[in-house]
Nanobody
Framework: QVQLVESGGGLVQPGGSLRLSCAPTGSIFSINAMGWYRQCPGKQRELVATITSGGSATYADSVKGRFTISRDNAKNTVYLQMNSLKPEDTAVYYC???????????????WGQGTQVTVAS
């Protein structure tokens, strides 16, 4: 079964930058939309950004102008460049993918295991 694996989280000072990456394990023919969500302790998971296979991106208002989502379709990898980070961006960030197809399988969606991003002095 295909899984999504995130990397790039960590501790950064306010105003700093981080770049998250997410790639699937196993063989993939295609993935429809991919995205990033985040969850703070005691809060619901919220959308950060999504990107279609054609490259159309949407962002939560709280990250517009600071975060940039991109993807490499050849590698089935999605990235999240986070600039001007604020303490309120601290959360576990999850990668998501919709409608994955591969050799002998089709999945409606998949989630990564999450990567911690902490913004603190």
């Amino acid at each position: 079964q295909v899984q999504l694996v995130e990397s790039g989280g960590g501790l950064v000072q306010p105003g700093g930058s981080l770049r998250l990456s997410c790639a699937p394990t196993g063989s993939i023919f295609s993935i429809n939309a991919m995205g990033w969500y985040r969850q703070c302790p005691g809060k619901q998971r919220e959308l950060v950004a999504t990107i279609t296979s054609g490259g159309s991106a949407t962002y939560a208002d709280s990250v517009k102008g600071r975060f940039t989502i991109s993807r490499d379709n050849a590698k089935n990898t999605v990235y999240l460049q986070m600039n001007s980070l604020k303490p309120e961006d601290t959360a576990v960030y999850y990668c998501s993918a919709e409608r994955l197809t591969g050799p002998g399988y089709s999945m409606s969606g998949a989630w990564g295991q999450g990567t911690q991003v902490t913004v603190a002095s």
